[in-house]
Each structure stands twice: as C-alpha cells, then as structure tokens.
C-alpha cells in the first residue's frame, strides 16, 4: 500500500519536475506520450494481450491546438496530487467536475464534457505509467462476492464466507485491500447477479471450496483487479460463466485479453490464465436446451463475425467452433436455461461436471 | 420468518383448494382476481399510494381464450410450492424457463416470453395477497448498505459499519433479515453508486450517525423492502438524494407512491413518510451551480410535462415550483456538481446543513 502511494506520488512529482526543467530552460514545455489510437494497439502475440504500440505523440503548451489538452492533463495530475494528499477518491463524474473550472477573466472552462476529463485521465496514466486507481479516480462500482477468504480493508477485518444472502459489495477501487486467508480452489466469475444469488443460496462456494464473484453486465474494473490481484497473489485459476451469446464470449475475451479501450494499461488490467467454463454450443446439446435456443437477430450475427475475426480469437479453433454453433444451432442460450433442468441443476451437476471433466475453452 | 411462510404456505393451499372444490362440484374452475389495467389503478388520496380499484377480472378453465393463463397461473403456483418446500429462490427469468415446458402429446409451451411468466407471477401476487419475494420469487439484486446496524441473515451475524470500502451487498430478498441493533438517526438513500463512495470514505454515516443506501439508477424491490422495513421497524426518516432531473423525481415518488407497475401491491411497497433532501433548484442557485446545468432536451421537457401532471405531484406546490424552476434555469444538475466545491463539500457542508434547517420537499 504505502508503496504504491510512493510510486503515484513520486510519478507525480516527476511529471512536474519535468515541465518545471523545460520552463526553467525556456523551452516550449512539452509533454510526450505512447498514441492510444486504434493505429497504435497492438495484440501482443507473447504477452497475449492487447496493448499500445512505439508510436509516441506530444502536447506542447505554445500550440494553439495543444495548449488547452496539454493544461486539462496538468490540471488533472493537480486534483490527483491532492486527492492522494488528502486520502479521498473522485469517480471520473467527480473529477469531470473538479476539473470543469472557468479560467480567471475568461469565459472558458478547462473542461466543458466528462469524455474531456476521462481522456486527460487516461494521459496522465500512460505518462507516469501509474493506474487510475492508484491516481486516486474510482471507476463504476459494482458485484458482489462470496467465499471462504478474510480480507482486511480500510481496518475491517471482513469474513466473505459469514455475509447473509447479500455477500460482500465489491468497491470501484481494490487497490488498498489486504488478503489475510484464502481458502480456495478456484475462482468462478459470473455475468449475471440472478445467477450468483442462485450459486450463493446453494452454498456452491462452500461444497466447492472456490469464490463466487458476479457483476451486473460490463466487468467493472474494480472486479478485474480483484480477480486479477488473487489470480495472481494466490494462483487461483479462474473460470468465466457467460450466456452463450456473443457478447458472453466478449465478456470473457475481455477479462483475459484486454480492451481497445484500456490497451494502454497492457497486461495491467489482463488475465490471460482465465478460463471460459460455459455456456457452450455443446451443452445446448448435451443438456437437450434446443428448445431454450433464443434467435440470432442481424445485431448478433454481424457482432459474431465481427468477433470471429478479432486477432486473439482468430486463431483459436475451439471458440471459431463455437462461433459456427451459433449459425448451425440458430440460436443463443442463457445461462438460466439450465433452471428448466431443477432450479439447483446448475449447482449440483453442471458445475461441479465441467469442473471435474476440465471442460473448459481457453 | 416462520409466519411468512405459514402465510405464503396457506395462501398458495387455498388458492388450490378453491380450484379443487369447483372441480370436485362439476363446476367449471374460476380464477377471479383484480383487474391490474391502466383502467383499475387509482391514487389513493388517504393512503397516498397507488393501488388497484375494485374492478375485478376472471380466468375459466373451460373456455378457449382464458385455459392458457389459467394454466401459467397454476403452474406458477405450483413451482412456487416446490420453491418454498425446498426452501430456495428462483430469479424471474429462472421461474420462466422452470414453466416453459412443452405440454406432453404436443408442440404447446406453457410460456414462450417471459412477460407471461412475470404476469402470471403478479397474477398470483393478487389473488394470494402474498408478495412475489414471499412466494420465493426474487427481483433483481443491486446496491450496497454501511451503518451502524447489525443483522442476522441465514445465520450470520452482520455489522454493516465494518465492510470496509465496499459495504454489504444488498440481496433481491429482505424478507428474511433479522434487525439485532440499529444505531441511526435517519436513512439516506441516493441513486448513485459513485456517490455513496464517496460519503462512505467520507465516514459520512458515521460521523452523521446515519445509514447509507444506493442503488445504481432504478431502485430495486430488494431496496425498496429494505428501506420500508428499517422505516416502519425503527421509526427511521428516510431522505432521497438525486440528481436534480425529472427522472430524480421520479425515482423519488416511486419510493413514496408506488408505481403503476407494482399498483398490485399497494402500500406494501410505498414509504409515504420519504422526503427528498436534493439536488434541488434552489440548491442551483445557493450554491452556485449554474454553470453546472445540462441543458434540457426534448425528452426531459415532455417527461417534465408528464411528471408534473401525475395526480401525487398535481397539488404539490413545492414540487410544482421545481418543475418550472427547470425551465426558469433551462437545465437539470448532477448530484457529482456539488464536487466542483471542492471533493467532500456534499459530506462537510451541503448534507449536514440541509439536514440540520430540514430543508427537504415534502
């Protein structure tokens, strides 16, 4: 923890330091980074994750078309300088609106839109190579968790495996958290917050002896670290629960490979050990769920091809395999559609069978 | 705990037992229940909710338009028999694919959308009288809870004042929590995940002496429950925070009114006692937020139009003054602009001021 305070901390003072050389040198004080644009992101075929290219761009402050990005980044290292100072943390809305004041005799504002701020925020990441997080800026908060693992944070000692029906609310920032026992297996994340109810009345993560982790939707980013910081801290394997729908199998690339968006943070914010245990084109069959097949609708299948032909998944035949089923099978399935086998089938069968058959698609 | 389920228990048993004693009799069976149409919802004056009048509705077994939902309504009954037994929960969309099983002999389902299964699930919340969670249906799961409260759930001994960052995650069903010791003067629910972070690292429900509520844009059932019994239990006031926007205000009155879609349940779900603490107009003005307002779009001014024309807002003055004042200042404001005062300006200034001069709209 106070390591890391150092390392934002110190990145800070050497962004600083660097424009005050320049100015004291009286030079155009300039500042250079790696381009985020999608001319620069890169599939790292070795580290198996996307991330940013060589190229570099620069902002100087005399250039009439650089001047006001180059001051929202400084701005921006500014509110995080005192964010840190004073131990407090702004969602990205918060700093939009810290950053959005009105220049002295002018009537314009540093930022007039959130995307303004989101993207100086991204900036000053990639020059001082330091996270979001770790700067102080909170993404979404969301999930839930449960499991035979103590945490300690913010001087609470939290017991996941003694939370009532609710389980632990993941926050938007897991930077600062302690992990003191983890008595686990393996780790199953879930897209669906009905699901995760349905494993957690069941008990699964006791029989099984693994975490249970849900959102709602989008992974946020405070549930990738956490995943991620016990992957790594602990050696957990992780497996992926999706609907068996092209947005699932995105999902699921996401968490192992990385975004567009966030290429700039590399292997920061991947998993590339994550495993996808279902839905599949194959249990549609195995388990007779024909007949909960949804229709592909024009969205679906142009977002499969479109999927298909994604670098990291091209070469993979085992998920071009299930790209097929989806045309051969004309349809989608719900990971609830198991629910039409017994409410508990997918706790007491379909898991604990993929699990021990090593069922997965990598 | 035990008496709601002898309750749902014997609910679900009579309404079986009608259907018997008809057949028994050669009569041709009969489901009557209220009308839940646009036609049959009033605002109750006295109980200031939304409820359903006295018009009533009948299903006949022998007769070709009505056997379906006769039978959904049936079946509906039946899983939630075997859900209570088994003492589990199934999520709507898990109740739908356990109904949607082809009648043998032939190509019929009992449901093909999930719409019929969610009616037929209000159909019997209307004719049992027991509420959807009571029959083991669950709503959706979201938001999360600090305070000085401790609870028991299946077992567990729950101190919500030390979860750490993330706070405990509220379930889709309440009904079965246990409130060992509440420590509060009031309840602050808001809209906004990013906001309660930000009160939560304030240790604003400690320092206030409060709990702290949120939801991530629609307030769950799970919620509404929550609020309503730690309102009705412990005698607690409960203020509404939100953006000031028409939707603010809606998702205000759906706490305190109801909502046409959930009519059925009358004042079950309504907490008449509720008041809005913020953003408000005024709020605009005191604290200089102008620079700070989104300019209003079509939607918002025919939604305001709407809002301001529903029967709980008509006689309303102080709601009304709001409703102009959007078009007098011609835009709506985040709760997140109070930030541009400074991070914890809404912690140390705007709450415990509007608190403490009872500044809220009725």
């Known amino acids: 923890m106070a390591e890391k305070k150092i390392k934002a901390d110190k990145a800070l003072k050497d962004f600083g330091d660097e424009i005050v050389t320049q100015v004291n040198k009286g030079k155009n004080p300039e500042l250079v980074f790696t381009l985020r644009g999608l001319s620069n992101i890169i599939f790292d075929q070795k580290a198996r994750s ?30 995080s300088k005192n964010l840190i100072k004073e131990e407090k943390h702004a969602s990205l809305r918060d700093a939009f609106y810290q950053i959005k004041r009105t220049l002295p ?114 992974t946020t980013r405070g549930i990738r670290r956490l995943l991620q910081r016990l992957s790594e801290e602990f050696n957990l394997p992780i497996y992926v629960l999706c609907d068996w729908d092209i947005y699932g199998a995105y999902i699921y690339s996401v968490i192992k490979y990385g975004s567009i968006a966030l290429a700039h943070l590399g292997s920061k914010m991947t998993i590339p050990s994550v495993k996808y245990i279902g839905i599949t084109g194959d249990d549609v069959i195995k388990y007779d769920l024909k007949k909960h097949l949804i229709k592909l609708d024009e969205k679906d299948t142009s977002r499969i091809k479109q999927v298909a032909n994604y670098e990291w998944f091209k070469g993979n035949k085992d998920w071009q395999r299930q790209f097929k089923m989806f045309k051969e099978l004309g349809g989608k399935v719900e990971i609830q559609a198991l ?24």
Chains 1, 2 share one sequence.
């Open 50 to 79: 996307l991330r940013l290219g060589d190229k570099t761009a620069s902002r100087a402050f005399f250039n009439v078309a650089h001047t006001k990005k180059f001051l929202q980044t400084v701005e921006v290292a500014s509110i």
């Open 105 to 218: 005799g002018t009537k314009i504002n540093i930022v007039d839109e959130q995307t303004e701020s989101d993207k100086a925020i991204e900036d000053l990441e990639v020059i001082t190579g330091v996270s979001r997080e770790q700067l102080h800026f909170n993404a979404n908060k969301n999930g839930s968790i449960a499991g035979k693992v103590v945490i300690l944070d913010k001087g609470d000692t939290i017991d996941w495996s003694k939370l009532g029906s609710g389980g632990w609310s993941i926050p938007s920032n897991v930077e600062d958290i302690t992990f003191k026992k983890v008595n686990a297996k393996y780790i199953l994340y879930m897209e669906k917050a009905a699901v995760w109810e349905r494993l957690h009345e069941d008990k699964y993560w006791d029989k099984q002896n693994c975490i249970i982790v849900s959102s709602q939707g989008q």
């Open 339 to 362: 629910s039409a086998r017994g409410i508990s089938f997918i706790s007491d069968k379909y898991l604990p069978d993929k699990i021990k058959n090593k069922e997965y698609l990598e």
